[in-house]
């Protein structure tokens, strides 16, 4: 069982900056798929951004430009910088893995290919 916790979320104004972080229990964490979604109340979840462990990254287009993600793999630690953030970004944000090795393609963009999430982190951004 893999244990995802996320921290760094919190209240920020409309342009600000935010970095997520998500640390991983497993070691397996090094060629696994990570990535972030989001999700509000009443929606689905949402692709943010993922990582693949070759470096290999996927973004949404809401997001491109504008938000990083990286991973330390000596830390089990993933990260998403958010930078000139909007109000629309107001939302839980989850981290999740998928500890297969198989090469996720397309399907990096969908939360049906992970396998375990964390919490999740709340991050409001004022208008």
């Known amino acids: 069982q893999v244990q995802l916790v996320e921290s760094g979320g919190g209240v920020v104004q409309n342009g600000g900056s935010l970095r997520l972080s998500c640390v991983a229990s497993?070691?397996?964490?090094?060629?696994?798929?990570m990535g972030w979604f989001r999700q509000v109340p009443g929606k689905e979840r949402e692709f943010v951004a993922a990582?693949?462990?070759?470096?290999?990254?996927y973004y949404a287009d809401s997001v491109k430009g504008r938000f990083t993600i990286s991973r330390d793999t000596a830390k089990n630690t993933v990260y998403l910088q958010m930078n000139n953030l909007k109000p629309e970004a107001t939302a839980v944000y989850y981290c999740?893995?998928?500890?297969?090795?198989?090469?996720?393609?397309?399907?990096?963009?969908?939360?049906?290919?992970?396998?375990?999430w964390g919490q999740g982190t709340q991050v409001t951004v004022s208008s």
């Open positions: 497993e070691r397996t964490f090094s060629t696994s798929l």
């Open positions: 990582i693949w462990w070759s470096g290999s990254r």
């Open positions: 999740a893995t998928d500890p297969r090795t198989t090469w996720p393609g397309t399907s990096a963009y969908d939360p049906m290919r992970y396998h375990y």
